[in-house]
């Protein structure tokens, strides 16, 4: 009896550590190369948003965000007050803007489904990570690790690794390329 109760339990943490695994691996998409899957990526827990991808072979991976809810309306996302949802409506629902939608190699929905992390590369996009405000529909440049840390003649590529479906951090690689020797070097950041 005491060894069913022991597997019993291994088995209820192995589950455990796999849902959080399949959790995780829901809320990240990587969109590059090989790794590029075309078509619609639907938001995570029934959210109102999707991704269409568009693998577009030596022009890259581009991608384009649709709310996809009944009558463009924010479905399960929490609005703080005043609970305005104005900046979607059913004529006006895809969104795509060459700095953060061009060469894109990975992307990740936030758990509160309030936001898009878009990780591209230099060679037709910007070689920056950028963090999309969903309700506001806006977005804006985060930059891992020191900007003035970047050096002028280098090209850079931000790889979503992965992100904490409870927390919400954010892990990216940051690949450097360097022009004048083509060496090639890596940090890893985990950013908000």
């Given at each position: 009896m005491r060894i069913r109760v022991e597997w019993a339990i291994v088995a209820v943490l192995m589950a455990a550590g796999h849902a959080h695994k399949c959790?995780?691996?829901e809320y990240f998409?990587?969109?590059s190369g090989k790794d590029c899957v075309p078509g619609l990526h639907h938001q995570p827990a029934g959210g109102p948003f999707?991704?269409?991808v568009f693998c577009d072979d030596a022009a890259g991976s581009n991608i384009g965000v649709i709310n996809t809810e009944g009558a463009a309306g924010p479905g399960k996302i929490e609005l703080p007050p005043p609970k305005t949802w104005d900046k979607w409506s059913p004529g006006d629902r895809f969104w795509q803007q060459p700095q953060w939608a061009s060469d894109v190699t990975s992307f990740a929905w936030s758990p509160d489904l309030k936001s898009l992390y878009v990780g591209t590369s230099y060679v037709?996009?910007?070689g920056e990570l950028y963090k999309l405000d969903l309700v506001k529909r806006t977005f804006s440049k985060i930059t891992p690790g020191a900007r003035s840390a970047r050096k002028s003649d280098s090209d850079y590529s931000v790889e979503i690794t992965g992100i904490d479906p409870q927390g919400g951090g954010v892990s990216v690689n940051v690949y450097a390329s360097d022009r004048k020797s083509e060496?090639?070097?890596v940090t890893r950041h985990v950013v908000r």
């Open positions: 959790l995780a691996d998409v990587k969109a999707s991704v269409f037709y996009g910007s060496g090639r070097a």
